[in-house]
């Protein structure tokens, strides 16, 4: 038989019991009062039974997790801690991370299939109803607006008035909505249309190296819906079924940011893509094949590009600059042979030749210049060359972007929240390396233009139409308010494009060649259009 232990309770022992149920009533207390008061946790709502009207929530994407190489456990490997075998150990596991980050950030060189290079979206089939022609053929607004329809009615010259209806008119693509058409997995840095005037294609590059395209003549079942019942006179909602996200697809053509890319003037088919990375590739859409046309013959060097362009006169030349002030020009009919002119010490953001005399170039810097060469004029001793500069204008900060348009005229984008035209008449006439005064380098028009971007979204630039139908010179530029600023060469605000459902700042725009089509790219990756 067990015996009883009798334990007397101490003095110290009876006060700590006392003490828990004292806490343990005000606890209980003061969760009824919260309760009472409708802070605390209550009964779970009922949830409403599913009806038509109600959306599937969009399904979990998995995140792809990055293979890194594994650490091990020197205590169970039998290493003794600061011995020369713990010593070896670390200095290879940190060498072998090295590795993993350089091979990821490292220039994708030979020839890339589309197929094998697919990322995300819809897959690859060169002879998709959206290509057909090419192969064949070859969240609401929180700011405010400082463009709108009161300014359209207070305009008294008649022929920017009606421009001004005209751009102002052009209406938000309802295919679907923009925050549904990611065209990217990341931030867009580049972005353009397909010349074609058929449809709109549009093409973006991000900050990882993948290039999207979308055909923006694709409409959603749910907005074709919506049509039909407004027709019929019938209830809207029955036209809010489940929709289908919109058909997208993207490829890793470099190992970092595509800076930039152009058609080809004389082949719709063949675009050409530049990338951080130090290459150019040459994406030819017929074959479904991605080949480099240009890097440094050293894999190790690190010379990132900033902008591609062809001339229109010689297709078969093409420029490119550098984040190290270089600019470089070389024939695709002749690879390895490369001319390289270094323009500028700090770097040179962006490029433009002009369309109509190719030799004149303009470029943008960080040393907060915007200055015209002339290439046929060079100088200096073999190896060394340089273009005869024509002249300079200094801005009170760095210039972010250079663009000419056919009309000889220059737009440049600053930090000192200024948009600059320079208009340079009769350059087609000019000699060989003309020395331009100040005066003539003096821009003839300046807008007020915030492009203060900060880090985390792509730099604002003005963008010009190549061939307006109308031949009114017009460019575009985002604008952090969440628009799209639309101007004149002679600094005329036309439009502010806008509307429901774009939730970052569309800064990436650009026209189509021909077509009155606008595109903006996001941080995010989305895509917004205006038709």
Not at 159 to 183: Q, V
Not at 405 to 434: C, P, R
Request: with cysteine; aromatic share 6%.
């Amino acid at each position: 038989m067990a015996k009883k232990v009798a334990k007397e309770i101490s003095d110290y022992e009876q006060q700590r019991l006392a003490n828990i149920a004292k806490r343990d009533k005000l606890l209980k207390q003061l969760a009824l009062d919260a309760s009472s008061a409708g802070l605390g946790p209550g009964q779970k709502p009922k949830s409403a039974k599913p009806t038509n009207t109600q959306r599937k929530k969009p399904a979990v994407k998995k995140v792809k997790e990055e293979i890194v190489p594994r650490r091990t456990s020197s205590r169970i490997a039998g290493i003794e801690a600061d011995s020369e075998v713990a010593k070896r150990k670390a200095e290879d596991e940190y060498v072998a991370v090295q590795e993993a980050a350089r091979v990821k950030r490292q220039r994708i060189s030979g020839p890339l299939d589309l197929s094998e290079v697919q990322v995300a979206g819809k897959a690859w089939d060169k002879n998709a109803s959206f290509l057909q022609s090419i192969v064949d053929g070859g969240s609401r607004n929180t700011k405010e607006r400082t463009f709108g329809e009161q300014e359209i009615k207070e305009t008294t010259d008649k022929e920017l008035r009606a421009l001004r209806e005209k751009m102002s008119a052009l209406e938000l693509y309802d295919g679907f909505e923009p925050n549904r058409i990611k065209i990217t997995p990341e931030r867009i840095y580049s972005l353009g249309f397909h010349p074609g005037i058929e449809k709109p294609l549009v093409f973006a590059g991000d900050k990882m190296g993948n290039l999207g395209l979308f055909d923006a003549s694709q409409q959603s079942p749910a907005s074709v819906e919506r049509e039909r019942v407004k027709a019929e006179d019938k209830d809207e909602e029955e036209a809010e079924e489940d929709d289908p996200n919109p058909d997208i697809t993207s490829f890793h053509l470099h190992g970092r940011t595509i800076s930039s890319f152009q058609f080809s003037p004389n082949n719709p088919s063949h675009l050409y893509t530049s990338s951080y990375d130090s290459s150019i590739r040459l994406l030819d859409l017929t074959k479904s094949s991605s080949t480099e046309i240009y890097a440094p013959t050293d894999t190790s060097l690190d010379e990132p590009i900033s902008g591609v362009e062809m001339d229109p006169q010689s297709p078969h030349l093409l420029y490119f600059s550098r984040l190290d002030g270089h600019v470089g020009r070389t024939d695709t009919r002749t690879p390895g042979i490369v001319d390289i002119f270094q323009l500028s010490e700090k770097k040179i953001g962006g490029f433009s030749l002009n369309p109509s005399c190719p030799h004149f170039i303009a470029t943008a810097s960080l040393d907060r210049t915007m200055r015209i060469w002339d290439l046929r004029k060079l100088s200096g001793s073999k190896g060394a060359q340089l273009p005869a500069l024509c002249g300079e204008h200094e801005s009170r900060l760095s210039v972010s972007h250079a663009a000419f348009n056919s009309a000889g005229q220059v737009a440049t984008a600053s930090y000192d929240d200024t948009v600059k035209i320079h208009t340079f008449e009769g350059m087609s006439g000019w000699s060989a390396g003309l020395d331009l005064t100040e005066r003539d380098m003096a821009p003839s028009a300046i807008i007020r233009h915030n492009n203060q971007t900060g880090r985390w979204v792509t730099i604002l630039r003005a963008q010009w139409q190549l061939n307006p139908s109308d031949n009114v010179q017009r460019f575009c530029i985002g604008n952090m308010n969440r628009f799209v600023d639309i101007y004149t060469s002679k600094g005329e605000q036309l439009a502010q494009l806008g509307g429901e459902g774009i939730t970052a700042v569309p800064a990436v725009a650009q026209f189509h060649p021909t077509n009155d089509w606008v595109a903006s790219g996001t941080a995010s990756g989305k895509l917004c259009l205006w038709m």
